[in-house]
C-alpha cells in the first residue's frame, strides 16, 4: 500500500537542489532518515568533508543546516540502489539541461537523467513506494515516468511494488536557498486523483507540515503542478527582459531605469520585486525552462504563444550583446589588445553558480574582438572559468549568433571558435580586485556581490589606464562617486 507517513526519503542528485533542500527537510524533521545519492563521487565526497567551507554549493546558511543534521538523520552516499530499496519516499532532483542533440536540440528538456532514475526505480524497489519529481519537468512527463514504473512491475510478477508519481517543483532561488526552504512563499505539491495519489500526497503534506503553514501547503493535479514550475519562471524572467528592454529606451530618451522601476514598482498590481535592470539573467533554469516552454507550444501547435515566450529569451541576448557593444563602442570602436577587468563572474551574487551566467557571453563576444579579460570573482574558481569558456565553444545557440549579426554597424563574422589555449592566453583569473584591475582599460560590473561597493575605488582607479571606463552592468556602484574621483561610468538605462 502506498503509505500516507514516510520515515525514510532518499534524493537523487546531490546538487543545487537536491542538497539544500534534502538538508532542511532533515534539519526540519529529525524523525525522518534522509539520504542524498549521487552519481558523482567528488560531490558526495565534498557533501562529506568536516570541513563545511567545503561544500560543493555555497549558498549562505547551510553550512548550519548541514552540521546539524548530518549523521544524525542526513546521509550523502553514492549507493544509489541502496538508498532507492530502503526509502518509502524518493525524490527525483536530477539535471534537467537543454537538450544538445537531435530532436529538440536547443529547445526541448533532456530528460535522459529523470529517464534513468525512473529505470532504476523500477529496476531496484520490491516494496510499495512514492516518487516525487523535484525536478523541472516538461509538462506530462510523470505520465512517462509512471509507464517505465508500471511497465518495469510487469517484467516481474510476483514482485509487484505500487508507484504513486507526484509533482513537488522547487522554487528557491540560489544565493537565498536556505531561507527560501525554511519560509517558502509556498510548498506546491501535484498528484494524481486515485486512492494511491492521495495517500501520496497526504504523506508529503505531512513533510512539509513540519515547519510550512498549512494553508501555504498547495496541492492541485500533477499537470498543473507541473506546468506551474514552468509558468512561474517564465513569468520571472519576462518581468527582467520587460525592465531591460525599457533600458535601452531610457538610454536613448535621458530616462533612469531605476526611477521608472521604482515609479512602476509602486502599483501594488505591479510590485517593486523582479524589476532590476541588469546586463541580462543568467542562471541555469529561465532560458532552459522558456526554451522548454516555447517547445512545448510549439510541439501542441500553438505558434503565437511560442513566439511570445521565446521574445523574453531573445531580448535577453539582446541584452547581453548591447552590453558589450556598449564596451567596445565606447572604447573607440575596438578592444583588441586591451584589458578589460571583470568584476564578477557568478550569475547572481551569493552563490558560486555560474551556469548561463551574462559573464560568459559578454567575455566571448570581447574575446572575439581580440580583447583580454581580467577576472575576478569572490567565490569562482579559475577551473570554473575556463571551463564555461570552452563548453560555449562548442554550444553555442543558434539564437544567439542571430541575435548579434551586428557590431559597431557593421556586419561581424560569424563568432570564431577559441582553442582552449587561446582562451587561457587571452582570460586570466585573479585573486583580488586589485589585481585584476590594475593597468585595465576598463571594468565591467557582471555579477551584484556586495563587496564591489566597498572597495578602494581611489586605488583601483589610480592603477588603471585612463580614461578609466567602469560599465556597471548591475547598477550597484555610486555613481555619483566614483564620477568625483575622475572614472567615465555608465550604466544599465542610466540615459
Ligand atoms: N538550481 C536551481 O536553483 C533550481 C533548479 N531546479 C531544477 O532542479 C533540477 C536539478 O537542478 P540542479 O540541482 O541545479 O542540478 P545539478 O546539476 O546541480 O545537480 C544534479 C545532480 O544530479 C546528479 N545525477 C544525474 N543523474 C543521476 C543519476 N542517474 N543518479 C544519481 N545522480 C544523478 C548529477 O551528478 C548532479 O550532481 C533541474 O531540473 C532544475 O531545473 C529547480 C529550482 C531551482
Ligand atoms: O527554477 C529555478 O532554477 C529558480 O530560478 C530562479 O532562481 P535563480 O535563477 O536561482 O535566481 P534569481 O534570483 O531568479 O535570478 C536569476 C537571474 O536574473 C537576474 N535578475 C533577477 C532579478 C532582477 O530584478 N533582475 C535580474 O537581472 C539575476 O541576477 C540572475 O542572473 C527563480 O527565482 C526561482 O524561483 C526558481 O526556483
Not at 555555497?58 to 532507492?84: C, H, K, W
Amino acid at each position: 500500500m502506498i503509505p500516507n507517513k514516510v520515515t525514510n526519503i532518499a534524493c537523487i542528485g546531490a546538487g543545487y537542489v537536491g542538497g539544500p533542500t534534502m538538508a532542511v527537510i532533515a534539519q526540519k524533521c529529525p524523525h525522518i532518515k534522509v539520504t542524498v545519492v549521487d552519481i558523482n563521487p567528488e560531490r558526495i565526497a565534498d557533501w562529506n568533508d568536516t570541513d563545511l567551507s567545503k561544500l560543493p554549493v555555497y549558498e549562505p546558511g547551510l553550512d548550519q543546516v548541514v552540521a546539524e543534521a548530518r549523521d544524525r538523520n542526513l546521509f550523502f552516499s553514492t549507493d544509489v540502489e541502496s538508498a532507492i530499496r530502503e526509502a518509502q519516499m524518493i525524490f527525483i532532483s536530477v539535471n534537467t539541461p537543454t537538450k544538445t542533440y537531435g530532436v529538440g536540440k536547443g529547445m526541448a528538456a533532456d530528460l535522459k537523467y529523470v529517464e534513468l532514475c525512473a529505470r532504476q526505480i523500477a529496476e531496484v524497489a520490491t516494496e510499495d513506494k512514492i516518487v516525487v519529481e523535484k525536478s523541472t519537468l516538461p509538462v506530462r512527463t510523470a505520465q512517462a515516468i509512471r509507464t517505465i514504473l508500471d511497465s518495469s512491475t510487469d517484467a516481474m510478477p510476483g514482485v509487484s511494488p505500487r508507484f504513486s508519481v507526484l509533482s513537488n517543483p522547487e522554487f528557491l532561488a540560489e544565493g537565498t536557498a536556505v531561507k527560501d526552504l525554511h519560509n517558502p512563499d509556498r510548498v506546491l505539491i501535484g498528484g494524481e486523483e486515485d486512492e494511491d495519489g492521495q495517500r501520496a500526497m497526504e504523506a508529503l503534506v505531512e513533510v512539509y507540515a513540519n515547519w510550512v503553514p498549512r494553508e501555504r501547503i498547495l496541492t492541485t493535479r500533477i499537470w498543473s503542478s507541473e506546468l506551474s514550475k514552468l509558468t512561474a519562471n517564465a513569468f520571472l524572467a519576462q518581468r527582467i527582459s520587460s525592465i531591460n528592454a525599457l533600458s535601452a529606451l531610457c538610454e536613448k530618451t535621458g530616462a533612469d531605469v531605476d526611477e521608472v522601476a521604482h515609479a512602476i514598482g509602486t502599483d501594488t498590481r505591479i510590485g517593486p520585486k523582479f524589476l532590476k535592470a541588469s546586463v541580462g539573467f543568467g542562471g541555469s533554469c529561465f532560458q532552459k525552462d522558456i526554451l522548454n516552454l516555447v517547445y512545448l507550444c510549439r510541439h501542441f501547435n500553438l505558434p503565437e504563444v511560442a513566439d511570445y515566450w521565446e521574445q523574453v529569451v531573445k531580448l535577453n541576448d539582446y541584452q547581453k550583446h548591447r552590453f558589450t557593444k556598449q564596451i567596445i563602442d565606447t572604447l573607440f570602436n575596438t578592444v583588441s589588445g586591451k584589458k578589460i577587468a571583470f568584476l564578477g563572474w557568478a550569475f547572481k551574487k551569493d552563490t558560486n553558480d555560474t551556469r548561463e551566467s551574462a559573464a560568459i557571453y559578454v567575455a566571448d563576444e570581447l574575446l572575439q574582438d581580440h580583447a583580454e579579460i581580467h577576472v575576478y570573482d569572490p567565490k569562482v574558481p579559475a577551473v570554473r572559468i575556463y571551463a564555461d569558456l570552452e563548453y560555449l565553444q562548442a554550444h553555442r545557440r543558434p539564437q544567439f549568433v542571430i541575435a548579434t549579426p551586428t557590431i559597431r554597424g557593421m556586419q561581424s563574422d560569424a563568432p570564431a571558435t577559441l582553442s582552449s589555449q587561446e582562451i587561457r592566453q587571452l582570460v586570466h583569473v585573479h585573486k583580488t580586485p586589485y589585481a585584476a584591475t590594475e593597468k585595465a582599460h576598463a571594468i565591467a560590473v557582471l555579477t551584484e556581490w556586495n563587496e564591489f561597493r566597498t572597495y578602494d575605488w581611489q586605488k583601483i582607479y589610480d592603477a588603471m589606464r585612463k580614461p578609466a571606463f567602469v560599465f556597471d552592468g548591475r547598477n550597484i556602484l555610486d555613481r555619483e562617486e566614483l564620477k568625483k574621483i575622475g572614472f567615465e561610468i555608465k550604466g544599465i538605462g542610466k540615459g
